[in-house]
C-alpha cells in the first residue's frame, strides 16, 4: 500500500521569509507528488501572496486528511488557533505562542500518523528565548515532544556531503570542554541506524573528524585525539555495525577525493560540520534530526529577516526539506509494511 499522508510545514518566524519560500514551494512542486500543508494564518499566506504577486490560491483545510484534495490548486493551510500579526523583518515575542504551536500541532500529526513527516520553516530563536521558550531549538523541543529518553541528532545533508556535528549549540570552549568519548559514541550510533533505517545504508562508513589541527600531529598539537576520539572509535569498530575511520585531519576531511570514502562525517562542533557542507552546497543542503520515531527536515539557511517580503528569497533549500522527508517517510513505511512508523 503507498503512502499517500501528506507532510506538514510549519509556519516559522512570521516575520522572515519561511511565508515566502513556502508559497514558491507550492509553485514549485510536482501536484502529483506527496501533498503537503502548512500550519499557518490562512489571511497572512494570502497577504503575502498578494503583496508579492505571487498569485497562490490559499485553501484552509481543518484536518491533514482533506490536504491531497486541494493541493493540486490550492495551498492546504491549517488555521492557527494563536493570532500572528507580523511586521516583515520585525520579529516579536507576541507571535511566540503562534510559533510553538504549529510546532507542536505539526509534530502531533505525525506522531499520531496523520502526516508523513514535519518540515520546520526557520526559527528566530532569541524571540522565543525572550517569551520564556526554555529549549534552544526545533530539534530539543521535537525531542522534548518525542519522549524523555530521546537524544536528538542534528544531521546536514546533501547530495555531495553528509555532516553531524557532535556538539552543536554551545560556545566553541563549551564544546571543548563537553566533548566525551560518550558523547562521540552515542551520536555515532544513532547516526548508524539512522543511515540503515533513513538512507537504505545498510553498513554505513563513518569518518571521525580528529579536533586539533593535523588531527594532534602525534599529540605535539593536542591530545584531544588519543584521549578522547580514538577509545570512541575502537568501540564503534567493536560493534560491527559500520566502517569507521579516523581520526581523520579536519583539513583533509572534506576535499572532493575524500568525501567518496565515506557516507556521513561525524564532527566534533557545530561548525567543523557546518561550514564545509554550507560552502560546497548551500542551496540543496537540508537539516534532518535523527533520533527521532517521527520524520523532521528543515531548510539550512535562516529566517533572512533582512529580505523578508521582498519577493527574492530562494525556496530551494525548503523543496530540498520536503523531498527528502519524502524520501525517507517512504523508506520507513516500506520497511513497516502498511503501518506507519
Not at 9 to 15: D, H, L, Y
Not at 120 to 130: A, D, F, G
Not at 213 to 240: F, K, M, N, S, V
Request: with cysteine; hydrophobic share 40%; aromatic share 4%.
Amino acid at each position: 500500500m503507498s503512502d499517500t499522508r501528506p507532510c506538514a510545514i510549519t509556519m516559522g518566524e512570521p516575520s522572515g521569509i519561511g511565508g515566502e519560500i513556502t508559497l514558491k514551494a507550492w509553485l514549485s512542486a510536482e501536484k502529483n507528488g506527496r501533498p503537503f500543508f502548512v500550519l499557518d494564518s490562512p489571511e497572512r499566506l494570502s497577504d503575502i501572496s498578494s503583496s508579492l504577486g505571487l498569485d497562490v490560491e490559499i485553501a484552509s483545510i481543518t484536518e491533514p486528511s482533506e490536504c491531497a484534495g486541494v493541493f493540486t490548486r490550492a495551498l492546504p493551510v491549517l488555521p492557527l488557533e494563536c493570532s500572528v500579526e507580523a511586521t516583515p523583518g520585525a520579529p516579536d515575542p507576541e507571535n511566540a505562542a503562534a510559533v510553538i504551536e504549529s510546532i507542536k500541532r505539526a509534530f502531533t500529526y505525525a506522531k499520531d500518523g496523520h502526516a508523513a513527516a514535519v518540515v520546520t520553516n526557520p526559527l528566530q530563536k532569541e524571540v522565543l528565548y525572550r517569551a520564556n521558550f526554555s529549549h534552544p531549538g526545533h530539534t530539543e523541543y521535537l525531542a522534548h515532544l518525542d519522549g524523555p529518553n530521546i537524544v536528538p541528532v542534528m544531521m546536514l545533508a546533501s547530495p555531495m556531503l553528509r555532516v553531524v556535528p557532535v556538539t552543536v549549540h554551545v560556545p566553541l570552549i563549551t564544546a571543548l570542554e563537553i566533548l566525551s568519548t560518550e558523547m562521540i559514541v552515542e551520536k555515532s550510533k544513532i547516526t548508524i541506524a539512522a543511515m540503515q533505517r533513513d538512507f537504505n545504508i545498510q553498513r554505513p562508513r563513518l569518518a571521525i573528524a580528529g579536533l586539533n589541527p593535523h588531527a594532534g600531529e602525534g599529540g605535539t598539537l593536542g591530545d584531544d585525539e588519543t584521549t578522547t576520539i580514538q577509545p570512541a572509535i575502537d568501540e564503534l569498530r567493536q560493534l560491527d555495525t559500520a566502517e569507521i575511520m579516523g581520526p581523520v585531519p579536519p583539513d583533509a576531511l572534506f576535499t572532493a577525493r575524500a568525501r567518496q570514502t565515506y557516507d556521513a562525517a561525524i564532527c566534533m562542533y557545530h561548525d567543523q560540520a557546518l561550514i564545509p557542507i554550507k560552502a560546497l552546497d548551500f542551496d540543496h543542503a537540508v537539516n534532518v534530526t535523527l533520533g527521532l520515531s517521527i520524520v523532521r527536515t528543515s531548510p539550512d539557511h535562516g529566517t533572512a529577516l533582512d529580505i523578508a517580503h521582498k519577493g527574492i528569497a530562494d525556496p530551494t533549500s525548503l523543496l530540498a526539506a520536503i523531498q527528502m522527508a519524502d524520501e525517507i517517510a517512504s523508506l520507513r513505511h516500506a520497511s513497516a509494511g502498511t503501518s506507519h512508523v
